[in-house]
């Protein structure tokens, strides 16, 4: 395993990955009632901007130092971007020049009823991972492979309480990304028919579009009663050779969290695109109930 979150951490992918998860978390603190979060690839939880792997990259700089720019010109931000914004700051007043990887955003964001699994299988990510969460009591440290792990995870528990609600965040490397597909899409299958309500955000990068063709097909076969892909492209999806763009799947999203998150994509695709950016939002199935 090669990836190293700290070369991208910041990018465009993060930012819609963030503001999306952000969106989520808040849907679900509307109500009292105790939810429970597993980030099946979690990485280091925080990463610093000045440091070697981001300078090396520059990514963050044409990521969210550019929505930074843009979003202090707006005159009243989205409340979606507002919030991610936010969210990032609040992190950032405990180290500065850093940015937030997601296990920190949701640590960020539990009220004391709600519980996190976050799972990383590179020891000395998860090492770091547990250190930068080792104040929080309600969030836990899982040094293994998401994947496996969510099988133990859910249908999710306090102890001998039974937790109602469940959001799990699949972000994995896609390095062989033709493999990582049926990964999730078995993950996903497996985690629905012990807990049919869960809510899925997985990630997935667009390098040219007809290859997620056969992904998003399997994946409206799945037993949700509902699926949206949520899209951000920072030029046409038209080359292989680059990540031109990236999407956060839904699978049993909150009741109209598109009309928060849709305002928030024209802003992201200003501030990080480039010539014929453009966002897109479209259900692969939806909940006619
Ligand atoms: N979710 C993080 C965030 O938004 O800040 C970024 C995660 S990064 C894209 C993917 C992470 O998954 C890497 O840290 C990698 O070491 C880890 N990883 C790779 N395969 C894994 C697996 N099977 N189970 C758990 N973690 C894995």
């Not at 993060?14 to 009632?33: F, G, I, N, Q, T």
């Not at 010109?73 to 914004?85: D, I, K, N, Q, V």
């Not at 309480?161 to 959001?167: E, M, N, Q, S, Y």
């Not at 965040?169 to 033709?178: H, N, R, S, T, V």
Request: with cysteine; hydrophobic share 45%.
């Amino acid at each position: 395993m090669n990836y190293r979150h700290g070369f991208h951490a910041g990018n465009h992918a993060d930012v819609l990955k963030h503001l999306v998860l952000v969106a989520l978390l808040d849907a679900l603190k509307r109500k009292d009632s105790p939810f429970f979060v597993v980030d099946t690839h979690a990485g280091r939880g925080r990463y610093d901007l000045g440091g070697l792997q981001a300078s090396r990259t520059g990514e963050a700089k044409a990521g969210i130092r550019r929505l930074w720019t843009h979003a202090a010109t707006l005159p009243g931000p989205p409340p979606a971007l507002a919030r991610y914004l936010a969210a990032v700051a609040a992190a950032q007043a405990e180290a500065p020049n850093s940015y937030p990887g997601s296990p920190l955003l949701v640590s960020q964001a539990l009220r004391e009823q709600d519980r996190f699994a976050a799972c990383e299988l590179l020891p000395e990510e998860a090492a770091a991972l547990k250190a930068l969460l080792a104040p929080d009591p309600r969030s836990h440290v899982h040094a293994r492979d998401g994947y496996a792990a969510l099988k133990a995870l859910l249908p999710p528990r306090d102890g001998a309480t039974k937790l109602g609600r469940a959001l799990v965040l699949i972000d994995p490397p896609y390095e062989a990304q033709d493999e990582e597909y049926p990964l999730i899409t078995n993950a996903v299958a497996d985690a629905l028919q012990r807990f049919p309500q869960a809510i899925f955000a997985i990630w997935y990068p667009i390098k040219q579009r007809p290859s997620l063709h056969p992904f998003f097909r399997k994946v409206a076969t799945l037993p949700a009663k509902s699926a949206l892909a949520i899209e951000l492209l920072v030029r046409p999806d038209d080359s292989p050779l680059r990540m031109n763009g990236s999407g956060m799947l839904l699978l049993n999203p909150p009741w109209q969290i598109e009309k928060e998150i849709e305002p928030a994509l024209k802003p992201l695709a200003h501030a990080m695109g480039e010539a014929g950016a453009s966002w897109r939002l479209t259900w692969l199935k939806q909940d006619k109930a």
